[in-house]
């Protein structure tokens, strides 16, 4: 099984990259483009697990370690 | 297997008559692998093919010269049982693809150059080419680079000190990142890459091999093309905490006596770094491609030879050491496998799922690598420009603006702030002055270390402009109150098939040449990268010189800012006036043209050797070289430091802007104490060096009697803003 | 007294904290391996700066879950001295000793120079050297210094005096132009609650000697090994 995490900032805590990209979208015409936030994305590889166990597991790993809830929002997908 | 067809030879970069020698030294067709071994060790980078012959006629050795060109850096004596062991390298085809990765593996792998031989780095400088500013490139590519070169540095916690960078449009399509590192080392314990010892292990440590960087030194070897930009995948990606890891563990080894021979693995990978410690040692070696420890699954013998993955090295250790090595790589949670053994063979035999997939003699496939005598046209030298055909313009103050915020002559510190150039806690001449100056750590001695080299006079007169580049090192030393030791090369040049470019590479050296053996201060490390061009055109022809300069106590060290209201400002040395070449001439007049100033090395040497020893005595508060902007350029750089103006006067029967601007050699700029000001006129008579006071230090401004007054706070406006303004996305803080 | 530095595998600090901590004290602290799982009893603990363990993922995260600093929390619990620079301040953000995060700084770049410092409480252990509203100079070095706290930590931080520096001019004028990295309320360093924990971005143990540049830190790791004496 495979769980996909995605983090991002919180909304309200500045994302200086968030803020570059909008802008260089804006610099290539692409005027429709509003916010822009970055975030990223872990693949975990789950070995024995079960389908039921998954969330809670994964969900661990993310307040121990992957994200830092001072700052960030995360979110879980598990995966076939 | 493939049949090895005309087209795949090409593909490979060896020319026709390369390939007959292929096939005379096996005797018959080689494989794909062996292909690929003899394409890169015979390629520009690794065979050094169309530069030895010029090479081999610069000076490498001096009484504290341990270790010359050669080995992976050069190696010199600093007293007290230490050497300094230091190199500069390129990276600039990879850093034009891709700015930071490129940069950041540049840095990495001069880094491992210098660890390889047992040091502990403790400096980094860098020399960037740039384009013009204004070019659409430009600033994507400062910003990569600069970011690169921070990212690696910054994180392995080795101090970037400092370095030089030029914008002119002959590198538009052609930027050049050279990297410098110095590291000290005890003279008892340094390691060499020579394999010895039959059947003694070839360990290899570090990372895990990928499939990074295939024929990045082929790459490094050809022009550009529109199509460069597709070449992305071959860049390698650096990991800056995995070296840091690496050279722990290295150095913790070291301290060993298990290492017979070591070298790291740099462009072209496991293939140059087995093929030289064979060659050097005079043995074969055996290799079992299955135990090279593997990133990606499937991988050819093909490309577990070429890869350039970073981070690795090759060792041979003495038998029955490889269990406590071992334990020490694992501390850091580094590979570390057996992957063969030296031999008697002289033979590189590679195995793999236990079947032979190359086997090549080591030393005719060394000895038999191609050396060209390749066709080159002297440049002519341009007339010089004197003074008299220059009309000047009228608001010589306004000029001094314009230049302190030229490109050529704007501050750097945009840059260098982005560098860690404080840790390790031995710096003790930041960024910004003559040259870096970094403690010796626990000791009272210290490094100076600098890059220089003017491109423009180089184009213009390749002889001179080489002399003036190492001249401008060891003046550049010398006004920090350093002995200058040695220098390393970084020659960047473009196409040398071509004879006007091949003539430049030959003029520069020779200049070189000269300028070394003049100032006792021979070349003992370098690299060559040619093919700077894009569609035919080249750079302007681009010795970096990096310098190297031991300060025996640390506070016999001179900078070049102003220290207090009052002091004495001398001149020292005599000014012609010329203005070829010239930042004025370049900024005001927009012209590059004439000749370059003369640098005569015995005056050279006899004004330098009294500044350093009035340093040494104390009689000298600051002190800073002339060179790019001339004397003007130089007091506005000392007030700005020290934020203290001048009042300057000079006798001359010169016109004010040639005095200002012109850009004689061999003069420094320095102060005293109004009491000591005449102990240094008559030493300075003594030893026939022309010493002139020219003023007194003070108050908010510069100013030149008769000809501008400029308040601190203008120039530092101009100064400080350009390269800050020109990184600034317009509208994006 | 006895004090104890933490090495990661990619701390680089480590050595100047060494070297400013002797010549405070005298003798040497303890070098602390980061795989060692005892922590000996000292008065105090110095996180130094670097990558620790390359700050992949986030600066410090990966540190803060390590055995060694689950020791450190617990000696930190009981009221040892802890000094965390830079790295070391993000390890500790990480590990919750202190509050908020640091994040990557405003202009996104590396900084690396001389910054001036208001005092803005006092704490006798740590700054006793100085007093409230100097300005004092210490060097900078990093490329996530950025001081992010939700607005109840930043008021509860300002009402109890744990905001320890903020980044000001020469003058002491703390504005938007003196803020180097985008620094909720120009934070350069803060104390924990209990006062025994300081987290700064700037590293007192750059400035030394007047041949290093400046003699700030200097007074401030005398102050230190003095009031733990």
Request: net charge negative; charged share 20%; hydrophobic share 40%.
């Amino acid at each position: 099984m495979k769980a996909r995490v995605t983090i991002s900032l919180k909304n309200g805590v500045l994302d200086p990259q968030g803020k570059a990209i909008s802008h260089a979208l804006h610099g290539l015409g692409f005027d429709n483009v509003g916010e822009v936030r970055q975030g990223k994305i872990i693949e975990l590889e789950l070995g024995d697990i079960s389908a039921s166990d998954a969330p809670s597991v994964v969900d661990k790993m993310c307040t121990q370690l992957l994200a830092n809830t001072v700052i960030e929002n995360y979110s879980v997908e598990l995966l076939d | 297997m493939t049949e090895i067809t005309k087209e795949i030879v090409a593909e490979h970069g060896l020319s026709e008559s390369e390939y007959e020698r292929v096939l005379s030294i096996l005797g018959r067709e080689p494989n794909r692998t062996e292909l690929g071994i003899f394409s890169v060790m015979w390629s520009e980078h690794c065979s050094y093919k169309s530069s030895k012959k010029w090479l081999k006629t610069l000076p490498t050795e001096a009484p504290w010269v341990i270790c010359g060109p050669g080995e992976n850096a050069g190696v010199v004596d600093i007293g007290d049982g230490q050497a300094a062991i230091f190199k500069m390298e390129s990276h600039n085809h990879p850093s034009f693809i891709e700015p930071y990765q490129g940069a950041a593996t540049g840095v990495g792998g001069i880094l491992r150059d210098v660890f390889t031989m047992g040091a502990r780095p403790i400096a980094n400088m860098n020399a960037l080419r740039f384009g013009q500013p204004d070019h659409p490139k430009t600033r994507h590519l400062v910003s990569g680079v600069v970011a690169g070169i921070g990212g690696y540095g910054n994180c392995m916690g080795i101090p970037t000190v400092g370095g030089e960078t030029n914008f002119h449009s002959s590198y538009d399509g052609n930027i050049l990142v050279n990297a410098m590192t110095v590291g000290v080392a005890e003279t008892e314990k340094i390691f060499y890459s020579a394999a010895a010892g039959i059947g003694n292990p070839v360990v290899y440590v570090g990372s895990k091999t990928g499939r990074d960087g295939i024929h990045g030194a082929t790459m490094a070897s050809a022009e550009f093309d529109d199509d460069s930009e597709e070449k992305r995948p071959t860049v390698q990606v650096g990991d800056p905490f995995a070296e840091k890891l690496l050279l722990e563990a290295c150095l913790e080894l070291m301290a060993t006596d298990y290492i017979v021979a070591i070298q790291d693995m740099g462009a072209a990978g496991l293939t140059s770094s087995s093929f030289e410690m064979a060659d050097k040692g005079g043995v074969g070696i055996r290799l079992d491609i299955d135990k090279v420890p593997m990133r990606e699954e499937g991988m050819t013998p093909y490309e577990v030879m070429l890869s350039e993955s970073q981070e690795r090295m090759l060792m041979v250790l003495k038998p029955g050491s490889e269990e406590a090595a071992q334990k020490i790589f694992e501390k850091w949670e580094l590979d570390f496998a057996i992957i063969g053994e030296v031999t008697d063979t002289g033979k590189m035999i590679l195995t793999m799922h236990g079947e032979i997939v190359a086997e090549l003699p080591v030393a005719p496939l060394a000895d038999a690598a191609p050396e060209y005598d390749r066709p080159w046209v002297k440049t002519v030298a341009p007339a010089p420009i004197k003074a008299s055909d220059v009309s000047p313009v009228k608001d010589l103050g306004n000029a001094l603006l314009t230049i302190m915020g030229s490109s050529e002559v704007a501050s750097r510190k945009w840059i260098w702030e982005q560098y860690d150039h404080m840790v390790m806690g031995d710096t003790i001449q930041r960024p910004g002055g003559d040259a870096a100056v970094v403690r010796i750590h626990g000791t009272d001695k210290a490094l100076a270390i600098t890059t220089d080299c003017n491109p423009r006079y180089c184009y213009a007169d390749p002889e001179m402009g080489g002399k003036q580049a190492v001249a401008e090192t060891w003046r550049n030393l010398t006004a920090t109150g350093a002995k200058p030791l040695a220098i390393t090369d970084c020659m960047n040049f473009g196409n040398p098939e071509r004879p006007e470019i091949m003539g430049q590479f030959v003029g520069c050296i020779e200049g070189m040449r000269e300028a070394c053996i003049a100032l006792d201060y021979p070349v003992v490390s370098g690299n060559v990268s040619l093919y700077n061009e894009t569609k035919g055109v080249g750079i302007h022809p681009t010795p970096a010189i990096g310098g190297i300069g031991l300060i025996s106590q640390s506070d016999h060290m001179a900078t070049i800012a102003f220290k207090s209201e009052g002091e004495t400002v001398l001149l020292v040395g005599d000014t012609s006036g010329d203005l070829g070449q010239s930042i004025y001439l370049k900024e005001i007049e927009g012209r590059e043209e004439g000749a370059p100033p003369v640098v005569n090395l015995d005056v050279e040497k006899r004004n330098g050797d009294f500044v350093r020893d009035s340093i040494h005595s104390g009689l000298v508060t600051a002190c800073h070289d002339i060179s790019d902007g001339g004397l003007a350029v130089a007091l506005s750089e000392m007030a700005l430091a020290g934020n203290i103006g001048a009042n300057v006067s000079i006798q001359s029967d010169l016109p004010s802007h040639a005095i200002c601007f012109a850009e004689d050699q061999a003069r420094y700029v320095i102060t005293t104490t109004a009491t000591n000001a005449e102990k240094l006129l008559q030493n300075a008579q003594k030893c026939n060096v022309p010493l002139q006071n020219i003023g007194t230090t003070g108050h908010n401004e510069l100013k030149i009697e008769n000809t501008l007054a400029i308040s601190i706070k203008d120039m530092r406006h101009v100064h400080a803003n350009w390269l800050p303004d020109l990184m600034t996305v317009p509208g994006h803080e | 007294m006895k004090a104890a530095v933490i090495v990661f595998p990619g701390s680089n600090c480590d050595r100047d904290m060494k070297v400013a901590i002797e010549q405070s004290l005298g003798t040497s602290p303890i070098m602390v391996w980061h795989g060692d799982s005892e922590l000996p009893d000292t008065d105090l603990i110095a996180v130094p700066g670097g990558f620790s363990y390359g700050d992949y993922l986030r600066c410090g995260a990966i540190a803060g879950n390590s055995p060694i600093m689950r020791e450190v929390v617990k000696k930190a619990a009981a009221g040892t001295p802890i000094l965390a620079v830079c790295n070391g301040f993000q390890v500790a953000t990480e590990t919750g000793m202190l509050p908020g995060a640091l994040l990557r700084n405003a202009n996104q770049k590396f900084i690396c120079r001389d910054v001036h410092l208001k005092i803005t409480s006092q704490n006798n252990r740590f700054s006793g050297a100085f007093k409230v509203d100097d300005v004092i100079r210490f060097p900078v070095a990093h490329h996530d210094g950025n001081y992010f706290a939700d607005d109840e930590t930043l008021s509860r931080l300002e009402d109890n005096g744990q905001i320890a520096f903020k980044y000001s001019d020469e003058d002491g004028t703390v504005s938007s132009k003196t803020n180097i990295n985008g620094s909720c309320n120009n934070i350069a360093g803060i104390y924990n609650e209990a006062g025994n924990i300081l987290g700064l971005m700037p590293h007192p143990e750059r400035l030394i000697s007047d041949q290093l540049g400046g003699t700030d830190g200097k007074l401030f790791f005398d102050n230190l090994i003095n009031s733990l004496n």
